[in-house]
């Protein structure tokens, strides 16, 4: 069954970020068609951009120069006052908290399919 080819063919390359931004214009598009909201909408792309941040911090993090209280560098900001680095304290519970966070982001999911199935047979 070759039903999801075409979208495969436009998401291929695209970035995490940019795969939820398509997500959201398509669902808020959705919605403004059919004059209603998917509740928890919102709370599914704020929690998918917090997971893209922390995947990226976990994944990028420089472990090897980790210091004795779990602080590693994460990465380096750039603005008006220059560079700034920044480091995140990583604990094997934070990590579990990070863990849990994006598995209840992917339960998430089921949420919004059930609310999306709602305003689509109305």
């Known amino acids: 069954d070759r039903t999801d080819e075409p979208g ?11 795969k939820v931004d398509l997500f959201y214009r398509l669902i808020r598009s959705m ?12 709370s599914l792309i704020e929690n998918l951009k917090k997971c893209a941040t ?21 990465k380096m900001h750039f603005d008006k006052n220059g560079l700034r680095q920044q480091y995140w304290q990583f604990t094997p519970d934070s990590l579990i ?4 966070f994006i ?17 689509l047979s109305c």
């Open 8 to 18: 495969a063919i436009v998401i291929y390359k695209l970035t995490f970020s940019s």
């Open 103 to 119: 598995n209840d982001t992917y339960s998430l999911f089921d949420k919004f399919e059930e609310e999306k199935q709602k305003i």
């Open 54 to 74: 922390l995947r990226n911090a976990v994944i990028h993090a420089e472990w090897e120069n980790m210091d004795e209280n779990g602080f590693t560098y994460v």
């Open 97 to 100: 908290e990070i863990d849990d």
């Open 31 to 42: 919605e403004l068609a059919l004059n209603k909201e998917i509740q928890c909408f919102d």
